[in-house]
């Protein structure tokens, strides 16, 4: 029962608005005079009243009286008739296409039947504009009057002026209405004439029904509207023009159809939708569909519910993308963590090793390079007779402990795998003359040959070792190089061919240059050669040539 009350409501409010969207009353008076019987008929004015007269009633006029070819008497009492339905109308409309003179600045409506043979009887065969808007008077709230009527006075040619100084116009004269809210359009501006036009209607009814009846138009934008078609049709040669003026609210010819009131027969739903959205819970709009299962707002809120669960899905699906990204970059960190750990263990372990087995190798190459010496040395003890050797038949001494006196430390015993200084400065000589940077023997002695080769080396590996004394940090800088560190020395006249020098053979032609290159020979002088020949006498034996050079003398 409820919504069938509320529908009812619905329907009675939109009958209201419908009714007040039209409740003004509007009445139109459409005349047109096309068939004259004195002078040339017309061919528009018909066919455009058929078209206004259309206009009128599809845009639910109340009143539209639609008359043709009117004489005289007959134009007066159509338009006593509806000065009476005009009366309580709200709107007011005539509309006149035919023949229209200006006589005296008098406008004048021509019925059919005048005949106008004097400018004095357009008093009484014509209809004057000032009959015309005593009609509409009556009409509350706006009265129009549209004239196609300014043509060419067909009369004029004929007609016979009882005073000199009463004038005939061109077409009408303008007019300002006496009484407000009243507007007076002619086809053209007072003093000119209109264009019947080529088509089925004149230009000035085209552009009105084009936008004379169109809802919610203001009327003075409407004639403006008009007023631009009809000139951009005649090529600016006619121009529509509208006497009078409007208040300051907008007046429409045919209103704007009324918008439908916005009322709902599930004003209890609605009130409920919005509760259980301004909570905007899940539980909120389970609620509400199990209150309303079906109907408009009930889908509202399924898709609301829809909607908040794919919100809270998006949040928990973000968290947990987020956590595992957390957590693969925590577990990411601690792996780099244990290999760049692990790695330093690594380096640190092997350099211990390296170092471990650096020492090895030294002691052993210690001890290697002390076995020749003992064995000499037991040679030769061999070879001395034992009543020569001094003490031979004496007892040994006695071992005796030997205490450390009381706050002196005791002496530092010498590593087992540490090789003694001379063997270090043999094995550092060895490795020097391995790299080129020693010539000459290997004695053990870290003399000034010794140090000029560590020099020597320091200078092409670019290290800084001590070149005094020799050193196991420099052994292992030493023992560290694969390949030759320093430039093999040759005398002049030899080059270096890998660990070797090679003599240099120049051509016949060519001499031995002192930079240890070959070049050609140069020319020799008379003055060299008389030197030669009185110097050398083995030239002269047939054992060569001689020629001096560079202050020497030099033969073949």
């Known amino acids: 029962m409820r919504r069938l009350a509320a529908l009812a409501a619905v329907a009675l409010a939109g009958c209201l608005a419908s009714q007040s969207a039209f409740a003004e009353k509007r009445i139109a008076f459409v005349v047109g005079n096309s068939n004259y019987q004195n002078v040339v008929a017309l061919t528009n004015p018909a066919n455009d009243a058929v078209a206004i007269t259309e206009m009128f009633r599809k845009a639910a006029f109340d009143v539209v009286e639609s008359r ?37 600045g008098t406008n004048y409506l021509v019925p059919v039947d005048a005949a106008l043979e004097r400018d004095t009887d357009a008093y009484d065969e014509a209809i004057s504009l000032d009959r015309i808007l005593q009609a509409i008077e009556p009409a509350k709230q706006l009265r129009l009057v549209i004239l196609d009527a300014c043509r060419d006075n067909p009369f004029a040619k004929n007609m016979k002026r009882t005073v000199s100084s009463r ?159 957390e957590e693969q970059a925590r577990l990411t960190a601690e792996k780099k963590k244990q290999i760049e750990e692990a790695r330093a263990a690594a380096a640190q372990a092997k350099a211990a090793e390296d170092e471990r087995l650096a020492a090895e190798k030294v002691r052993r190459e210690a001890e290697k390079a002390k076995k020749p010496e003992e064995a000499k040395v037991a040679s030769a003890e061999q070879a001395v007779p034992k009543e020569d050797r001094p003490n031979a038949d004496k007892p040994a001494d006695p071992a005796v402990a030997a205490l450390t006196p009381p706050g002196q430390a005791a002496p530092e015993a010498p590593k087992a795998d540490q090789p003694a200084l001379q063997d270090i400065a043999r094995l550092l000589q060895s490795e020097l003359k391995r790299v080129g940077c020693k010539t000459g023997e290997i004695d053990g002695e870290w003399n000034a040959a010794a140090r000029r080769a560590l020099s020597s080396f320091n200078d092409r590996a670019g290290t800084r070792f001590d070149v005094k004394l020799a050193s196991l940090d420099a052994l292992d800088a030493v023992r560290a190089r694969t390949g030759r560190v320093c430039p093999l020395d040759c005398d002049r006249g030899f080059r270096a061919e890998g660990d070797r020098c090679v003599k240099i053979t120049c051509d016949s032609d060519q001499v031995l240059g002192p930079n240890g290159t070959c070049r050609p020979r140069p020319e020799r002088a008379p003055r060299v050669e008389a030197h030669r020949e009185r110097s050398s006498p083995a030239a002269s034996s047939g054992r060569g040539k001689c020629f001096a050079f560079n202050g020497k003398q030099v033969c073949e």
């Open 68 to 104: 043709r070819d009117l004489k005289n008497a007959e134009m007066r009492r159509a338009l006593r008739d509806f000065t009476e339905k005009a009366r309580d109308a709200d709107i007011a409309v005539i509309y006149y296409a035919g023949h229209g003179i200006e006589v005296d």
């Open 167 to 325: 004038s005939l116009g061109r077409g009408l004269a303008g007019v300002e209405p006496a009484r407000p809210n009243t507007l007076i359009a002619f086809a053209a501006k007072g003093g000119s004439t209109a264009s019947d036009g080529d088509t089925r209607n004149s230009p000035f009814t085209t552009a009105l029904l084009k936008y004379l009846a169109r809802p919610g138009l203001e009327l003075g934008k409407a004639f403006r509207l008009v007023r631009d078609d009809v000139m951009n049709a005649t090529g600016n040669k006619q121009e529509p023009f509208v006497y009078g003026s409007l208040g300051g609210n907008d007046v429409a010819l045919v209103p704007a159809p009324a918008s439908p009131p916005v009322a709902s027969a599930n004003v209890d739903i609605r009130r409920d939708y919005e509760l259980a959205e301004r909570v905007g819970t899940k539980e909120a709009w389970d609620s509400f569909v199990a209150a309303n299962p079906s109907g408009f707002y009930s889908d509202l809120a399924r898709a609301q519910r829809n909607k908040l669960a794919a919100e809270t899905a998006r949040i928990a699906a973000t968290e947990r993308a987020r956590g595992a990204a």
